[in-house]
């Protein structure tokens, strides 16, 4: 009797586990269903950057005069990163780093080689190219993110 009672668990735990799971999946957002909200946060701000082909949003500040970071590269930076209700998630006023680069979000992939060492850049990233549906830490799934950016030192 009890190794039908547990057959019988077993069985339905394989029928039931899979639509859990599929529940449990969730979907990146489309950068085209976030590009009004992207731009305008970037209007109200006073942003007249421009729209990258990938839906991030940058403004460069002040282009540096150092070396270009690529994804190999070990970047130190300066940063401040908010919601699009303005409340900042996380903010480095002393420099911060080495990191990689390559290892960091998308979002940050793409916007920072378009500076400088000394550089300062403005960036709208669509969720999908920050932390996706899942969020990470502070940061919920699907948040569209801004940073400030500061490139203190590439490595």
Same mark, same amino acid.
């Given at each position: 009797?009890?190794?039908?009672?547990?057959?019988l668990?077993?069985?339905?735990?394989?029928?039931?586990?899979?639509?859990?799971?599929?529940?449990?999946?969730?979907?990146?957002?489309?950068?085209?269903? *976030?590009?009004? @909200?992207?731009?305008?946060?970037?209007?109200?701000? =006073?942003?007249?950057? +421009?729209l990258?082909?990938?839906? &991030?949003?940058?403004?460069?500040?002040?282009?540096?005069?150092?070396?270009t970071?690529?994804?190999?590269?070990?970047?130190?930076?300066?940063?401040?990163?908010?919601?699009?209700?303005?409340?900042?998630? *996380?903010?480095? @006023?002393?420099?911060?780093?080495?990191?990689?680069? =390559?290892?960091?979000? +998308?979002?940050?992939?793409?916007? &920072?080689?378009?500076?400088?060492?000394?550089?300062?850049?403005?960036?709208i990233?669509p969720?999908?190219?920050?932390?996706?549906?899942?969020?990470?830490?502070?940061?919920?799934?699907n948040?569209?993110?801004?940073?400030?950016?500061?490139?203190?030192?590439?490595?």
């Amino acid at each position: 009797m009890k190794k039908i009672a547990y057959l019988l668990l077993v069985v339905s735990s394989v029928i039931w586990w899979p639509s859990c799971v599929k529940d449990a999946v969730c979907k990146d957002k489309t950068v085209q269903s *976030e590009e009004s @909200t992207i731009l305008s946060y970037a209007s109200s701000h =006073g942003m007249t950057g +421009t729209l990258h082909s990938s839906g &991030l949003y940058y403004q460069v500040i002040n282009q540096g005069s150092g070396a270009t970071p690529n994804l190999n590269s070990g970047i130190t930076v300066k940063y401040t990163g908010k919601f699009m209700n303005d409340q900042i998630f *996380e903010q480095q @006023t002393n420099a911060v780093g080495p990191w990689g680069l =390559g290892g960091l979000i +998308t979002g940050w992939q793409v916007a &920072l080689p378009m500076i400088q060492k000394g550089g300062k850049i403005q960036i709208i990233i669509p969720s999908s190219m920050g932390y996706g549906c899942t969020g990470y830490g502070t940061v919920p799934g699907n948040a569209i993110l801004f940073f400030e950016i500061e490139l203190v030192d590439v490595q």
